[in-house]
């Protein structure tokens, strides 16, 4: 198994999701209609953190609940953990083994909170802490760098966010994601040629807003820990409130704008990025207006539903780290001075 193989088998794994565990993520949500819940307190470390800005948004969008990030050191390190009264506790790790995380749980439990894991392991520290249990079904996960976990974890945020809201013309949208990503599969050949132009990048942005808040990211991530670029992220926003003025002519932007509410805000801004300060724009989009921009265009189907974009367009963005990675001659399976599982405390 490689890093490679690993992404190519993301649809097989979304789709095994679909299969095996909406049926409880159903029940899941059944069980939590009946809670006296007005809050999410969620829980994650890396990658699993990303899928976490994801929930923000779309459990916020979608089911109207505010959602609130946990910083696991009041709860470790400092024992000074917040109220978590009519909160639901959500804890995100692929492996599950992460003491800091599943001490967040355990003091949810403490106070009287429901509790939620959503992870690769069933049997983990995690989920044992846990009263509700999301398995992602991604299987054995290889190599160091996430891929087909993150994917997984978002299909299980957005299948519960579903569930809880009941509305069928959102199971339909959730189905077609399997599908969609295999299409994305197929830019595998344009990307590799095209990340020789990166080969001696050192450093860049990734911007995204909304939804894909969290993609920026997670791709800024993967950046980082396979081909050692400082990649810094923000939402195209807080772009605009200082970090622009590091952009000067050639500097690497790349940018995830699918069409949806926040397509204009960022055809602004990466328009202007491009005619006055003449930067080197990669864009991951649906959008012709968009792509039409970059110098580096990667198109993704057409037909992707705003909400389940991050799970298609963040998988462009891992082809381009990959082929990236070994543009630059670096080990896309043994990252330097990372290990699988992290457990921090």
């Excluded at 699993?48 to 779309?58: F, R, T």
């Excluded at 997984?152 to 959730?174: C, F, G």
């Amino acid at each position: 198994m490689s890093l490679k193989s690993e992404i190519f088998e993301q649809p097989d794994v979304l789709a095994e999701f679909l299969d095996k565990e909406i049926d409880h993520v159903r029940e899941i949500a059944q069980a939590l209609r009946q809670s006296d819940i007005e809050f999410i307190f969620l829980a994650a470390r890396g990658t699993s953190d990303n899928a976490g800005l994801y929930a923000k948004y779309l459990w916020g969008a979608h089911n109207h609940l505010p959602i609130a990030l946990a910083a696991p050191s009041l709860f470790s390190i400092y024992a000074a953990p917040p109220s978590l009264r009519k909160a639901l506790l959500v804890g995100i790790s692929q492996s599950g083994q992460s003491p800091d995380i599943v001490g967040v749980l355990q003091e949810g439990q403490r106070q009287g909170a429901p509790t939620l894991a959503i992870t690769n392991d069933p049997k983990s520290p995690l989920a044992q802490t846990a009263d509700f249990v999301i398995d992602i079904h991604a299987g054995k996960e290889h190599a160091v760098a996430a891929t087909k976990t993150y994917t997984a974890q978002l299909m299980a945020i957005a299948a519960l966010s579903t569930a809880l809201s009941d509305a069928e013309d959102r199971w339909k949208a959730l189905k077609q994601v399997p599908k969609l990503v295999q299409k994305t599969l197929g830019l595998d050949a344009l990307i590799a040629n095209e990340a020789e132009r990166y080969r001696y990048m050192e450093h860049c942005v990734v911007l995204g807003r909304g939804y894909n808040y969290a993609t920026a990211f997670e791709w800024a991530l993967k950046l980082k820990e396979l081909t050692y670029v400082v990649a810094e992220p923000y939402s195209s926003a807080d772009f605009q409130h200082g970090p622009v003025a590091m952009v000067s002519q050639g500097f690497p932007v790349l940018a995830v704008v699918p069409g949806g509410a926040v397509f204009n805000d960022m055809i602004g801004l990466i328009s202007g990025l491009v005619e006055e300060k003449k930067t080197e724009l990669v864009v991951i989009s649906d959008e012709k207006k968009a792509l039409s921009l970059a110098h580096t265009p990667l198109q993704i189907p057409g037909d992707v539903t705003e909400w389940v974009s991050p799970i298609v367009s963040i998988v462009a963005a891992q082809l381009f780290t990959y082929h990236l990675t070994l543009a630059k001659g670096f080990d896309t399976e043994t990252p330097r001075g990372l290990k699988k599982v992290t457990k921090t405390t």
